[in-house]
C-alpha cells in the first residue's frame, strides 16, 4: 500500500520559515516527479511546487518563486519544501503528491498526481 506522510507544518510568524517533509511508503518513489499543493480555507486547492524524479528541473507557483524551494532525496525516498519569508496568505493545509508515470516533467496539473498525502497544516501569524 502506497503512502506519502507530510510533516513539518506548524504556526510561524510572518517573516519566518518552515520545512515541510514528505515520505513515501510502500513503494520506491525515486523515479516519478512530485510535488507539492496546498488549500487555504474556503478556497480551491493549488500547486506550490513540483520537481523531476532526480531534482534536475523545478517549477513553482508565481506566488512562492523566490520564497520556496523544494527538493528530494531519493535515498530516503523522501521530498522537502522549504519556506522562508512566511506571509500570512500562505496559510494552507499543504499537502504533498506524487506524479503518475516514471520519469515524467513536472506538471502544476493535479490531474497529473495519482498518490497524496493528508496533508499539514501550516498557519503565519502577522
Known amino acids: 500500500q502506497v503512502q506519502l506522510v507530510e510533516s513539518g507544518g506548524g504556526l510561524v510568524q510572518a517573516g519566518g520559515s518552515l520545512r515541510l517533509s514528505c515520505a513515501a511508503y510502500?513503494?520506491?518513489?525515486?523515479?516519478?516527479?512530485a510535488g507539492w499543493f496546498r488549500q487555504a480555507p474556503g478556497k480551491e486547492r493549488e500547486f506550490v511546487a513540483a520537481i523531476t524524479w532526480n531534482g534536475g528541473n523545478t517549477l513553482y507557483a508565481d506566488s512562492v518563486k523566490g520564497r520556496f524551494t523544494m527538493s528530494r532525496d531519493n535515498a530516503k525516498n523522501t521530498w522537502y519544501l522549504q519556506m522562508n519569508n512566511l506571509k500570512p496568505e500562505d496559510t494552507a493545509i499543504y499537502s504533498c503528491a506524487a506524479q503518475r508515470g516514471w520519469y515524467a516533467t513536472v506538471s502544476p496539473s493535479e490531474a497529473d498526481f495519482g498518490s497524496w498525502g493528508r496533508g499539514t497544516q501550516v498557519t503565519v501569524s502577522s
Open positions: 510502500g513503494r520506491t518513489f525515486s523515479l516519478y516527479a
